[in-house]
Every structure is written in structure tokens, then in C-alpha cells.
């Protein structure tokens, strides 16, 4: 049971550069959420995905797109990578929104030159 | 999503019980109020959640007075090991994290 688990851990791209982060959880959760960590700062919501099928917008989800693949996968794509978008990415799941008690995976490392 | 508001930082010594405190004036009446923990370079774990009064699990203790516009994260004898940010949370879902308690236990 490997919980979530992310890929890549660590990426440099050039500014303008496209990638998909990939995100994937073993423990049937409906939803599933993508969040950054900037230096000193607490999480941002980028974009969750509360059942198969269905995404949303959270805080700060500009320059960014998501795909719910299926119920284990949700991959966050950077389609032409800005400075600004270098930070600590997180993925998460939870067995469905309503409650907050949600699951982490170790997190991918960008950085946008 | 109701704003919460926590101490930037707090020092404690291996041994001693920590409180940290949550304020969270426009909490809603269907609001959860949860905390988490994260270690430097690792995604926040899920510590303790509670809706009214108090509870307890392996870890910490969550204390919520009757109005909910604040509660409290007790954690019993800590170690070195439990040096990291801790983050309240008051609704679900969308979670907001803020900046944050960073704790600092010394020997």
C-alpha cells in the first residue's frame, strides 16, 4: 500500500517549457487535490478533483490545467512554465471532500529558469 | 472558508506539553476544525480533527470551547521529533492552509 505516490520528485525546465506531473493514490479515494508550497509559506490549492469525472478551481490555479485520468490518477500540467511557477508541488487524496483529513504524497520539486 | 489565525512560532523543551492555539472567529456550523503536521521537505500528515469539545487520539489532543471560535492542539511530552509546522484548518474540502506554528522543541 504505497498511499500517494508522485513522479517526478525533482524537474528544471526553461521558461516556456510544457510538462504533466503525475500523481497517483492506491486507497480508493474519491478525491484528489494538487496544491503548491512556496518558501516559508503554507499550501495553495491549485485545482482538486472531488469524484472521477469532475475538476475544479482552487486558489491559484492560472497557468496550470489538470486531468482526473481515473479514480487513482490526477496529473497537473504546466503548458509553458513561468519563473513564478517554481515551488514545491504536492498532491493529495481524501476519501471525499467533505472532511479534511487528507493524504500527501512526498511532493516534486520545480524549478523554472 | 473561514480564516484562521495561529502564532508564527513557539520554543519548547523535550518533555514539556505544547499548546498551540487556533483562532477562528467566522467559523461555520457545519465546519471541521483539523490540524496537520509537516517536516521540512515531506507533504503535511493528517493529525487530529475535531467538531466540538474534545478529542484525543495516539498523538494529540484537540480542545474546542462550546462557541468554536478557537481551539486548541495539546501535544503531550514532546520530543526533538516533533519539531515542524502545524497547520489548523477550519472547513473542508478546499482547505486553506495559513502560514502555519512553527515548533521548535530544544533538549
Known amino acids: 500500500n504505497a498511499g500517494v505516490t508522485q513522479t517526478p520528485k525533482f524537474q528544471v525546465l526553461k521558461t516556456g517549457q510544457s510538462m504533466t506531473l503525475q500523481c497517483a493514490q492506491d486507497?480508493?479515494?474519491?478525491?484528489m487535490y494538487w496544491y503548491r508550497q512556496d518558501p516559508g509559506m503554507g499550501l495553495r490549492l491549485i485545482y482538486y478533483?472531488?469524484?472521477?469525472?469532475?475538476?475544479d478551481k482552487g486558489e491559484v490555479p492560472n497557468g496550470y490545467n489538470v486531468s482526473r485520468l481515473n479514480k487513482r490518477e490526477f496529473s497537473l500540467r504546466l503548458e509553458s512554465a513561468a519563473p513564478s511557477q517554481t515551488s514545491v508541488y504536492f498532491c493529495?487524496?481524501?476519501?471525499?471532500?467533505?472532511?479534511?483529513?487528507?493524504?500527501f504524497g512526498p511532493g516534486t520539486r520545480l524549478t523554472v529558469l | 472558508l473561514a480564516k484562521t489565525t495561529q502564532p508564527i512560532s513557539m520554543d519548547s523543551y523535550e518533555g514539556q506539553e505544547v499548546n498551540i492555539t487556533c483562532s477562528h472567529n467566522?467559523?461555520?456550523?457545519?465546519?471541521?476544525i483539523t490540524w496537520y503536521q509537516q517536516f521540512p521537505s515531506q507533504g503535511p500528515r493528517f493529525i487530529i480533527q475535531?467538531?466540538?469539545t474534545k478529542v484525543t487520539n495516539e498523538v494529540a489532543s484537540l480542545f474546542i470551547p462550546a462557541d468554536r471560535k478557537s481551539s486548541t492542539l495539546s501535544l503531550p511530552r514532546v520530543s526533538l521529533s516533533d519539531t515542524a509546522v502545524y497547520y489548523c484548518?477550519?472547513?473542508?474540502?478546499?482547505?486553506?492552509f495559513g502560514q502555519g506554528t512553527e515548533l521548535s522543541v530544544k533538549p
Open positions: 493529495a487524496s481524501s476519501e471525499r471532500t467533505l472532511y479534511n483529513e487528507q493524504f
Open positions: 484548518l477550519v472547513g473542508g474540502g478546499k482547505l486553506i
Open positions: 475535531g467538531y466540538k
Open positions: 467566522n467559523i461555520a456550523t457545519n465546519d471541521y
Open positions: 478533483s472531488a469524484s472521477e469525472g469532475t475538476t
Open positions: 486507497m480508493n479515494h474519491n478525491s
